[in-house]
């Protein structure tokens, strides 16, 4: 599937450049204590195997920021530092790294009676220097105070996206393009409305995707989908992170799932209903899991594919589900929804049941249904 994407600007962070059409790039970040170079550079190093395009380092102290330059000497992965609440570290650390990641609502914790822009033309002054680019990275648990003041406890979002868009506003007139942004919640639903709004508002500006906090496989990875389906079918996200909770030395899951993620939605195998933008009949289907009380459901949704092909110009939806318990709701927004029990298939018309029928009965049922969708487009 020609997923179009947003335009937005390169962004080169280290050997990868994202934004413009490039290849969505798949980032990690490190679990181990900075300090402790050794583990950090394995760990590093174990990312970068397993694909990680960026590796992300926190950095919370001068000891951390030592050990950063350490830790460059024994690797070639393209790294971040994750500057936390001590911004001034940009200047030990910005000599060894390919990206600073700040977050606006920590520049209020150290020096506070220094304007936030000073701060930011500190980072971005050393990071233009060393070729670093930057990432805003605004986080729904650490919002920038005056914003979240001026809104109350009612609106998450608009201080979000005001606060990104403030600090892009800030290094643009700087001269500073070289930066992609990040919004993260840990409400999958959140994450897509404050990423829908900054690139309504920001198209040009890279944006960085992922659910914080996203917790324990599989459910981490589940919600994680959810966002990234539905950002990037409708051309948003130029990089990801999937967060998950998992020991060190099984951190390198969290390239392989956003892989799978990214490789599942150009695919049409996405978990709720998306929306591709296209004028072209979309066919979905759910990547699957352990719920799926019937095998032939992957055979049931490439035969779905097969059947339709003859409809490709129309713009309607077919939603593909493997179990009972997930699909009646996640077909709810396809004009043509099916999801597999046991023995018989369901199937539904927009939110109206159709019933259920057999693995045999259903392919001449919904060739049916989709002829008179059809037939009434025509009208
Ligand atoms: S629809 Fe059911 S089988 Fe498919 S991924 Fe979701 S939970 Fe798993």
Request: glycine content about 8%; charged content about 25%.
């Amino acid at each position: 599937m020609q997923i179009v994407r947003n335009p937005t600007r390169a962004v080169r962070i280290g050997n990868v450049t994202i934004g413009d059409g490039h290849p969505i790039a798949v980032q990690s970040m490190t679990a181990t204590a900075t300090r402790d170079v050794a583990a950090t550079a394995e760990q590093v190093n174990a990312l970068a195997a397993a694909g990680a395009d960026v590796v992300r380092i926190a950095v919370d102290s001068t000891a951390d920021a030592a050990a950063l330059g350490e830790i460059r000497q024994q690797t070639g992965a393209n790294l971040s530092v994750d500057l936390q609440e001590n911004y001034r570290l940009v200047e030990q650390v910005a000599p060894h790294v390919d990206k600073v990641r700040y977050n606006p609502g920590h520049l209020y914790h150290h020096e506070r009676q220094k304007p936030w822009q000073d701060k930011v033309k500190l980072i971005a002054d050393l990071a233009g220097q060393h070729g670093c680019a930057i990432r805003v990275g605004v986080n729904c648990g650490s919002v920038d105070p005056a914003k979240a003041a001026k809104y109350g406890h009612g609106d998450s979002i608009t201080p979000m996206v005001e606060s990104a868009v403030e600090h892009c506003e800030q290094l643009d007139r700087l001269g500073f393009t070289q930066y992609c942004v990040s919004l993260k919640d840990s409400d999958p639903t959140k994450v897509i409305e404050v990423n829908r709004r900054f690139a309504a508002e920001r198209p040009d500006v890279p944006l960085h995707l992922g659910v914080t906090e996203a917790g324990l496989p599989p459910d981490g990875i589940i919600k994680t989908r959810i966002a990234l389906e539905q950002l990037i079918s409708r051309g948003v996200g130029d990089t990801i992170r999937v967060s998950l909770t998992v020991p060190n030395h099984r951190k390198p899951e969290e390239i392989a799932a956003g892989r799978k993620i990214l490789e599942d939605i150009a695919a049409g195998r996405v978990r709720s209903v998306v929306d591709y933008g296209l004028s072209t009949l979309n066919i979905i289907s759910c990547p699957s899991c352990s719920r799926v009380e019937n095998e032939a459901f992957v055979e049931l949704a490439e035969q779905v594919k097969e059947l339709t092909r003859y409809a490709a110009d129309h713009r309607l939806t077919i939603a593909v589900m493997g179990c009972r318990v997930n699909g009646p709701g996640e077909t709810d927004d396809a004009d043509l929804g099916l999801w597999c029990g046991p023995k018989q298939v369901n199937f539904k018309r927009g939110p109206q049941l159709l019933g259920a029928f057999g693995y045999d009965e259903i392919l001449p049922r919904l060739k049916h249904e989709l002829d008179l969708l059809i037939a009434k487009q025509a009208q």
